[in-house]
Structure formats: structure tokens, C-alpha cells
């Protein structure tokens, strides 16, 4: 990981913007069915890295640089099925707002996108025919949301003209839904 960023950094003469975005999703009936092996594996994938990467990227970040964690929907309310992911998507909104303000005197900004209902492979990887199908249909616009309506969210959180003033935040996108407080 710190080989690639070097060579990135080296490649591209520098780094202005960090976008954490893994995530590794297995939907279980109950918490028996989440093995050891999962459970970590969930942890390692959407937890670890999102803190390895950062700070690698912290020697490499300048004044008035970004760091954009991508969250879930499912971090803010859970999901009975995503008991460990779920969990690792609140402690993402938890390292976004703690990291943001550790480093708001640095005048790095660390902010978060928590989608809901995405049209992605992980969102449906592992849902049967008939669930895939009704992917997104809860939400107010009935249906899920596309990849390029969520990619202006991230490019609003690198853009320091639009969000210099911005830090500590997790914007959700849920196709109309809204969060209670």
C-alpha cells in the first residue's frame, strides 16, 4: 500500500485528495451465521485499510487537502442482515468526524459520503433474483440510485471552492429518504 501511494505520488507530483472507498459485504440471517473469518475480513477491508491509507497519505497531503471516506446508509441505521457491516460503516462515520478533527488545524478537511440503495455489484453480489429485482424500491423515488449521482457528492467534498469550509460531515445520499437525527 505504501509502495503504490509513493509511486503515485511520484507519478502524479503529488496528492491533494484521498477517496477511501472499499468495502467487503455478506448478508447473514443471524449473528450465528457471521464466522470469525467474516467478521475480520469485514473489519480488515472496510475499517483497517480506510485508517492504513490515511495515514500513508497524511505525509503526502498539503494545507488545504482532502480526505473523503465513502460510508453507507447502513453505518447511520444498521441493516439486520449486515450486522458487521453495518458496523463497520458507523465506525467510518465515527473515524470521519475524529480524524477531521484532529486534523482541521493541519487545514486537512475529512468529510464522508454515506450512500443508501446503489446500483452496484456489491449492493447485489450476494441478494437472490428476486431481491436484486427490488434493489432501491423503498426508498421515495423508488429505485436505486446510479454511480454518476453519487460521483458529484465526491467531487463536491475535493473541491475546496465549494467545500473549504466543510469538515467532519457525513452527507448522506438516499433518494429522498431522510435520516432521523
Not at 484532529?102 to 453480489?125: D, H
Amino acid at each position: 500500500m505504501k509502495k503504490r501511494l509513493k509511486k503515485n505520488v511520484k507519478k502524479f507530483g503529488g496528492l491533494d485528495i484521498l477517496v477511501n472507498n472499499a468495502a467487503y459485504q455478506q448478508h447473514q440471517k443471524s449473528p450465528e451465521d457471521i464466522t470469525d473469518e467474516q467478521f475480520e475480513l469485514t473489519f480488515r477491508t472496510n475499517v483497517f485499510g480506510y485508517f492504513y491509507m490515511a495515514r500513508a497519505a497524511l505525509k503526502h497531503l498539503p494545507e488545504g487537502g482532502a480526505i473523503i471516506n465513502t460510508g453507507s446508509e447502513t453505518g447511520l441505521e444498521g441493516n439486520k442482515e449486515l450486522l458487521d457491516y453495518s458496523a463497520t460503516k458507523g465506525a467510518i462515520n465515527a473515524f470521519t468526524k475524529s480524524l477531521a478533527q484532529q486534523l482541521v488545524e493541519r487545514k486537512i478537511r475529512v468529510n464522508c459520503v454515506a450512500p443508501g440503495p446503489i446500483w452496484t455489484p456489491l449492493n447485489v453480489a450476494d441478494k437472490q433474483r428476486e431481491d436484486v429485482a427490488k434493489h432501491g424500491s423503498d426508498t421515495p423515488m423508488k429505485r436505486p440510485g446510479q454511480p454518476e449521482e453519487v460521483a458529484p457528492s465526491f467531487v463536491f467534498f475535493a473541491s475546496d471552492a465549494d467545500s473549504s469550509y466543510i469538515t467532519g460531515e457525513v452527507l448522506t445520499i438516499l433518494g429522498g429518504k431522510t435520516m432521523a437525527g
